[in-house]
């Protein structure tokens, strides 16, 4: 009876795990803090999802936890023009902080609030390796997001996109 009953405890053990791990962003999290290296940060069989700002397309990975808003795009070399990181933060807005550690190329940031560009911030440039935290420049918006778009330097000026122009998001 004893047997049975571990066995039943380890059977119970097993499908918690099962189920835990299929919850999007659990196993990043946990490979992240235990320092099991991942390809990409969990982010190469993430579904891709679009983004049309103004009349230009972007195909975007989601960073919806707060790991994957952690590492952001740091984790990259380049990023083609037609593609970025989409930051949520839910429709009550929220007025996040971004900055550069880590980062290997320069982006645009674009902030979306309903829909809508409230404001770009262009050109962010890269920070050289050695530079104390508290001197790394940060970048927020001047009022609450609901959605933030990472893309490549310029693209914004490139492909038109300006304030006031709509967002349709995948969300």
Do not use: C, H
């Not at 039943?8 to 659990?26: D, H, M, Q």
């Not at 023009?81 to 550069?100: A, I, R, S």
């Amino acid at each position: 009876m004893k047997q049975i009953l571990i066995l039943f405890a380890i059977l119970i053990g097993v499908l918690l795990l099962a189920y835990w791990s299929s919850k999007p962003g659990n196993l990043e999290g946990f490979f992240v803090k235990t320092g099991i290296p991942i390809a990409n940060s969990g982010n190469a069989n993430q579904e891709k999802k679009f983004v049309t700002v103004g009349s230009t397309q972007f195909q975007v990975e989601l960073a919806q936890n707060e790991q994957a808003r952690k590492v952001g795009l740091s984790t990259r070399d380049a990023l083609p023009e037609n593609e970025g990181m989409l930051f949520t933060f839910g429709k009550n807005g929220f007025q996040p902080t971004f900055w550069m550690k880590g980062m290997k190329f320069p982006i645009d940031i674009i902030w979306i609030k309903d829909s809508v560009v409230s404001e770009i911030t262009p050109d962010v440039p890269t920070v050289a390796s050695g530079i104390p935290d508290n001197e790394i420049p940060q970048y927020s918006p001047k009022s609450k997001v609901d959605y933030v778009l990472e893309i490549p330097a310029n693209v914004a000026q490139k492909r038109g996109i300006k304030v006031g122009d709509s967002a349709v998001l995948p969300l």
